[in-house]
T-cell receptor
C-alpha cells in the first residue's frame, strides 16, 4: 500500500533562509507528484506538479525535485519570507487510469520568522 | 485561472439534519472530488466523479452520498449528520486528459460543525 510521509511535521526558520521540505513515498510506480500549500482554515493551492518522467519543476522561488527510484521528492524554497508560512503538502498519483488514487502526506507546517 | 467554489465556508448543523455541500468549478473539468480533512488524519477521499451522473467511492464513503447532475457541479450530501462528521470538507477538480493530467485544484473548504 502506498504511503506518503513528510518529515518534519513542523519547521521554523528565520526570514531569508533557504530551506528544503521532504516528501517520501513507498511505491515508486507513481504517475505524478504534486506539491500544495495550505493556509490556516483555507483550501489547498497547487504549487508544482511533476510528472514521473520529469526530474524537477520550478516556479519563482520554488523548485521541486523528484527521484522515483529512491521514493523521494523535495521542495526547495529560496530566500524564505514570512508570507511563505503555511502548511505544505505533497500528494502522489499512483497511475494514470485511476483519478481517485491520489495519496496525500500529512504536511509540513512551515513558520518563517521575521 | 481555475475557480472551484464551495457554497458555504462555515456551517453549523444539528445531529440528524440533512446537509448539502455544493461545489462548482468553472473550467470544464471532467473529474471532481470530495475530501475531508481532520487533524492527525490528513486528507481522506470520500467520493469522486469522472463524468456527469458517474461516481465512485473513495476511502471513507460511509454516511455520505454525492450527486453530479451537471458537469460543473458536484454535491456532497450527509443524509443524517452525526457529530463525527464535524470536519473541514474540501472539493477539488481536475482535467482528465492534458499534459498536466491529474493536477488538482481545490476550493476554499467548508467547515462543518455538527452539534
Amino acid at each position: 500500500k502506498q504511503e506518503v510521509t513528510q518529515i518534519p511535521a513542523a519547521l521554523s526558520v528565520p526570514e531569508g533562509e533557504n530551506l528544503v521540505l521532504n516528501c517520501s513515498f513507498t511505491d515508486s510506480a507513481i504517475y505524478n507528484l504534486q506539491w500544495f500549500r495550505q493556509d490556516p482554515g483555507k483550501g489547498l493551492t497547487s504549487l508544482l506538479l511533476i510528472q514521473s518522467s520529469q526530474r524537477e519543476q520550478t516556479s519563482g522561488r520554488l523548485n521541486a525535485s523528484l527521484d522515483k527510484s529512491s521514493g523521494r521528492s523535495t521542495l526547495y524554497i529560496a530566500a524564505s519570507q514570512p508570507g511563505d508560512s503555511a502548511t505544505y503538502l505533497c500528494a502522489v498519483r499512483l497511475y494514470r487510469g485511476s483519478q481517485g488514487n491520489l495519496i496525500f502526506g500529512k504536511g509540513t507546517k512551515l513558520s518563517v520568522k521575521p | 485561472d481555475v475557480k472551484v467554489t464551495q457554497s458555504s465556508r462555515y456551517l453549523v448543523k444539528r445531529t440528524g439534519e440533512k446537509v448539502f455541500l455544493e461545489c462548482v468549478q468553472d473550467m470544464d473539468h471532467e473529474n471532481m472530488f470530495w475530501y475531508r480533512q481532520d487533524p492527525g488524519l490528513g486528507l481522506r477521499l470520500i467520493y469522486f466523479s469522472y463524468d456527469v451522473k458517474m461516481k465512485e467511492k473513495g476511502d471513507i464513503p460511509e454516511g455520505y452520498s454525492v450527486s453530479r447532475e451537471k458537469k460543473e457541479r458536484f454535491s456532497l450530501i450527509l443524509e443524517s449528520a452525526s457529530t463525527n462528521q464535524t470536519s473541514m470538507y474540501l472539493c477539488a477538480s481536475s482535467l482528465l486528459r492534458t499534459s498536466r493530467t491529474g493536477e488538482l485544484f481545490f476550493g476554499e473548504g467548508s467547515r462543518l460543525t455538527v452539534l
